[in-house]
């Protein structure tokens, strides 16, 4: 959402040139990672680009704008106090299930083209290394606000990278969402056991982080706000069951294993939430 607010208002694109900075460097993990077949890590696999895909991703991209915030948005602000956020589950639910129970959502998926060492792979950690410090250097520089430049923000999107990297490369499914799908009735619910530990680790993280900068203020729900977050959680939910995975999974693993469905559904899904700022004239 953030990302998108930027691009909606001309502003310079530093979260989105961020993340472009925390996929490079959750690719110079886990690419290695897997090429040495260090503790069994895996790359996502590869998808196609096809018209579920890219109704999935405006459909993500819909329900992030109409909740305000992502996934790991909503764990964020849900740390901040706002507690609207604790509809955002239902939501998820009623997506992923209608999606699952439609039959859709299963296209064939292959193995990335740098799951293996090769002269392609190691050209793509090159790329990946030069955007990393591009990256960093530009989301790092000074401006008008800032008399010296500011190290921290590409300090998180680098370390946002690697524990994500490594995340989905040991054990894919420990987001929200897998946690969530895990309980529901699925003909394909994600295998792993570190699902619940990961998001407790990250209410936990958020709280912690909100009472340090003093942002800890709980907000009650209004009708409106349950609506938003069930509604919005309901559009993320048939996202995430057709492209497969949510914005956290393309940044972090998709995107950095190259593969084209990955890459055009982050794009599309940022596009869609960028029209929905221009519509609402904000």
């Excluded at 295998?191 to 209410?203: D, N, P, R, W």
Aim: aromatic share 6%; charged share 10%.
């Amino acid at each position: 959402m953030v990302a998108a607010h930027e691009l909606h208002r001309r502003r310079p694109p530093r979260m989105f040139v961020g993340f472009l900075a925390a996929s490079a460097a959750a690719g110079l993990v886990a690419v290695p990672m897997v090429w040495t077949g260090t503790l069994g890590a895996t790359l996502a696999p590869s998808t196609s680009i096809n018209f579920l895909l890219l109704i999935g991703a405006i459909a993500f991209g819909l329900g992030a704008f109409t909740n305000d915030t992502c996934l790991l948005g909503s764990l964020a602000r849900l740390g901040d106090g706002e507690m609207r956020l604790l509809a955002l589950p239902l939501g998820l639910a009623i997506g992923i299930l209608a999606v699952d129970h439609s039959g859709l959502g299963n296209d064939p998926t292959w193995s990335s083209l740098i799951s293996r060492p090769g002269v392609t792979g190691l050209v793509t950690l090159l790329v990946f290394l030069v955007v990393l410090v591009l990256a960093l250097v530009f989301v790092s520089k000074k401006c008008v606000l800032r008399t010296t430049p500011d190290w921290s923000f590409g300090a998180s999107m680098i370390g946002l990278g690697i524990t994500g990297g490594l995340l989905y490369a040991l054990s894919p499914a420990w987001t929200f969402a897998d946690l969530i799908q895990r309980g529901l009735p699925l003909k394909m619910s994600p295998v792993g056991e570190v699902a619940l530990t990961a998001v407790i680790s990250s209410i936990a993280g958020a709280l912690t982080a909100s009472f340090r900068k003093g942002n800890l203020r709980l907000q009650l729900p209004t009708a409106n706000g349950i609506l938003r977050s069930v509604v919005g959680g309901t559009l993320m939910g048939i996202g995430i069951a057709l492209i497969p995975g949510g914005n956290d999974g393309l940044i972090l693993a998709g995107v950095p294993t190259l593969s084209p469905g990955a890459i055009v559904a982050y794009l599309l899904m940022t596009i869609t939430i960028v029209f929905g700022f221009a519509a609402r004239g904000k």
